[in-house]
């Protein structure tokens, strides 16, 4: 059961660290071309992108970004950061985005798997994160509730996001992809399962989907390490998003799924280059999660933008004196909410697309 979606509800957003992308594009042509792309240049990237013909896009670098947001508050959008550009001016109810280096992935049959599809049909079945489903997805074609599943709860809460997996190279972490360098994940789980309230889990900006005016907001690009450079493994950016986004989820009674949809992900990182640096992200990884475990949103905070500057405030107040890391976090994270009024909701400047 999915709605169908028309075409101007979508945009694709893609962060652009390479000037040539024709492989890519010609490769997700079959599932990107009836949608509008909006391709993000990495700010340091100054030569024109190489992108073939037949696609409706909007191509941003570093001027329009200054232009939009100025240039003191342009960092939120650098390296890694650049693709959250797209998902402030976009203007679309739903936003996919994968990484440059990933290709659409084939299923264990041979077929060649539809990513946007499923994550749109993940987003517009509803969740159940109140009452875990033992036959995970209810809506999936041929499954439905258990017995013993209440009555009361199947009609689920709105998907806000949806967080699809990786075949060939799983997002794994430095210390375990240079442990296991010829690990490849060839295990395709035919299964998309809605994260329990009040779990957290590791959200990669990999193959990702949401529904903009529900979280975008909450997709805070704020945790920068230092010297994050132009290499995997130095940026733990979208942890910390997916962190945020989970808690102001489950505060505001709204789902996140897991799963499907599998993308085919190669990498260009060397994990024992960044060790050291990505160590140090890790590491602060084990002081944030009891923070967030232990995050409380107050009744009042009713809309995202509301949740996240009380998540900012707590930030700031509980692990700033921990690390500068986390005041400038904190910071960042004010910045965008205030960004998303003035430029990012609907009824801001149109400076969309
Ligand atoms: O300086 C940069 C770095 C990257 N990009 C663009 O961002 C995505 C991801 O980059 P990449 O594939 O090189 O790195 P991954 O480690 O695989 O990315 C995943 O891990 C997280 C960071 O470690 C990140 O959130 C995930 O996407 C690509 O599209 C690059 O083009 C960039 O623009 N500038
Ligand atoms: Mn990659």
Redesign the pocket.
């Known amino acids: 059961m999915s709605l169908a979606i028309k075409d101007d509800e979508v945009d694709i957003v893609i962060g652009a660290l390479r000037s040539d992308l024709t492989i890519f594009m010609n490769e997700w042509r079959p599932m990107f071309s009836r949608f509008h792309v909006i391709i993000v240049k990495d700010p340091d990237l100054k030569e024109e992108l190489k992108i073939p013909e037949g696609f409706n896009l909007d191509v941003y670098g570093k001027p329009d970004i200054d232009q939009v947001v100025g240039s003191s508050i342009s960092i939120l959008f650098s390296g890694y950061s650049c693709r959250y550009f797209g998902y402030l001016v976009s203007r679309k109810k739903y936003i996919i985005s994968v ?1 440059d ?2 290709l659409p992935a084939r299923d264990p049959k041979g077929f060649l798997v539809d990513a946007v599809a499923q994550h749109i049909s993940n987003l517009t079945n509803p969740a159940t994160p109140f009452f875990f489903n033992t036959l995970y997805d209810p809506y999936a074609e041929g499954a439905d509730f258990v017995r013993g599943y209440p009555f009361s709860l199947r009609g689920g809460v709105k998907c806000a996001l949806s967080c699809g997996l990786w075949l060939n ?1 799983a997002d794994h972490d430095a210390p375990t992809q240079a442990l296991k360098a010829r690990q490849r994940n060839s295990r395709y789980v035919d299964a998309v399962m809605t994260v329990p309230a009040r779990s957290l889990i590791p959200i990669s900006g ?1 193959n990702i989907a949401f529904e903009r005016e529900a979280v975008g907001p909450a997709l805070v690009p704020a945790l920068k390490l230092a010297g994050e450079g132009k290499c ?1 493994w130095e940026t733990m950016e979208d942890i910390w998003s997916g962190l945020c986004v989970k808690i102001v989820c489950d505060h505001l009674g709204l789902g996140v799924k897991t799963g499907l949809p599998y993308i085919w ?5 060397d994990p024992i280059a960044s060790l050291k640096k990505e160590w140090e992200g890790v590491k602060l990884m084990e002081e944030v999660i009891p923070f967030f475990q232990s995050v409380r949103l107050p009744r009042e905070a009713t809309t995202v933008e509301e949740c996240i500057i009380e998540v900012a405030n707590a930030v700031k107040e509980r692990l700033g004196p921990m690390d500068p890391v986390f005041a400038r976090a904190a910071k960042a994270m004010l910045d965008w909410v205030k960004l998303w009024q003035s430029v990012g909701s609907s009824s801001s400047r149109s400076s969309a697309v």
């Not at 992900?265 to 990182?269: A, C, H, K, Q, Y």
């Open positions: 990484d280096d990933c190279l990999i995997r992900r190669t990498d260009r990182g």
